[in-house]
Every structure is written in C-alpha cells, then in structure tokens.
C-alpha cells in the first residue's frame, strides 16, 4: 500500500465534528446533519486529486489573472454504498453538482465470517447496482462512511475496474489499515480520503472505537 494514496484531513473544525459523530448520544438528526457536512467538506479536500485546467479571467479592474479550474468536473462518478453513505455522498455532490451518481445496496454476509492472518472479512451481497456510464476517463468516488474489513469496497470494485476508469477515489469517515491494505491490493489506483484511522476491529467486525453502526445512528433505528 502507498501511503501516498492515503490522505487523512486533519484540522481543528473536523475534529470537532468527528467527536460529535463518535460520541454515543449524538440524536440522529445531528449525526446525519453532521456527515452531510464532512461530506462536502471532503469533497472539497478531494479536489487536490482532481485534474485541473489554468485560464485566464478578466476581473472588475479590468485585468487578466491567471486562475485554476478543476477539469471535467461531470467525469465524476458518485457512487455510495447504501445506506449509510447518503448524508456523506450527498455532501459530496453539492461540492461537485455536474457529477453524476451510481447506487449500490450492499449486506455483508455475517454468517460468513473468515480469518486470515491479517484480520477477519465477509462475504458481501450486492442486492442492487445501477451505474451511470464509467469510461476510461471517469473518476469513480466510492463512498462508504466505515471501512472496516474493507470486503464492501472490494466486492463493489469487482463492478468497477471492468470499465477501467481513470481514478478510483474512496471516501469515508474511518478505516482500519487492514481494510486499506485489502483494498489496495485489489487496485493500484485507487486513492482514500478519510478523517481518521482506527487500528481495531472487534470480533464482529465493527471499528474500535469507531462511531457505531452508521447505518443505524443515520436514520435512527
């Protein structure tokens, strides 16, 4: 795994938020507010793994300045992992409004669980997967807000690199290294955008200390 591929926003602001997300009592009005939000903040860390165009604009004074423009912001595609990812990938649309958008329902399959040396996976079914067209110039963004095992992303890859896009992008709250280095292993473009890193999975599978069951704490069941 390249580390460099692996970029961890880190800033004051986020922090706060990221705490808001962990802590237990947050009502799930908040939660879900609060993921729309780093969704967006996110996407707009994202850019700095964008294309980008130099042009010249003429200002109220009547002077040219050279600026920078993110290239074929409608080569993205937006593709969350239902159901958790909602809040977040709606976040990362309304920084990237011109994108278009995928839908994958995805169950890890719990009676499945498996062991290597490295830490434990499932096998995930995917129920339903509608995509928009995926070419060689598209950038993918798959968002997931826990990346725990890192089977979800590598199942839904599977339905990705066939198209051979571009970029891939992976999006979420926390991942575990184990996860990171699975996906990795499946692509060598793939690139995570991530507010932190939690080193444990517990017996189930879930991150530790993680924020819960996203899924849950988003729609409030």
Do not use: Q
């Not at 130099?54 to 074929?72: A, Y």
């Not at 498996?114 to 598209?138: A, Q, T, W």
């Amino acid at each position: 795994m390249d580390k460099r591929s692996i970029h961890v926003i880190e800033n004051p602001y986020i922090s706060e938020k990221l705490a808001v997300l962990r802590d237990k009592n947050t009502p799930y009005p908040v939660f879900r507010s609060i993921l729309e939000e780093l969704g967006f903040l996110v996407g707009v860390e994202m850019s700095r793994s964008l294309p980008t165009v130099e042009k010249n604009v003429i200002t109220p004074l009547n002077v040219e300045t050279k600026t920078v423009f993110i290239k074929d912001k409608d080569k993205l595609v937006i593709i969350p992992i239902l159901r958790a990812s909602i809040p977040l990938a709606w976040g990362i649309l309304r920084a990237y409004p011109e994108a278009r958008m995928g839908l994958v329902v995805a169950r890890r399959l719990e009676e499945t669980i498996k062991r290597d040396e490295k830490g434990l996976y499932f096998d995930v079914e995917l129920s339903y997967v509608k995509l928009p067209r995926i070419d060689e110039r598209s950038i993918v963004v798959i968002v997931d807000p826990m990346i725990a095992t890192g089977s979800t992303i590598s199942r839904v890859l599977d339905e990705i690199l066939v198209y051979n896009p571009l970029k891939i992008i992976v999006v979420g709250v926390i991942a575990t290294p184990y996860a990171l280095d699975r996906i990795s292993s499946k692509a060598n473009n793939v690139e995570f955008y991530l507010l932190a890193i939690d080193s444990e999975l517990n017996d189930k599978g879930y991150i530790v200390p993680g924020l819960g069951d996203a899924g849950d704490r988003v729609f409030g069941n």
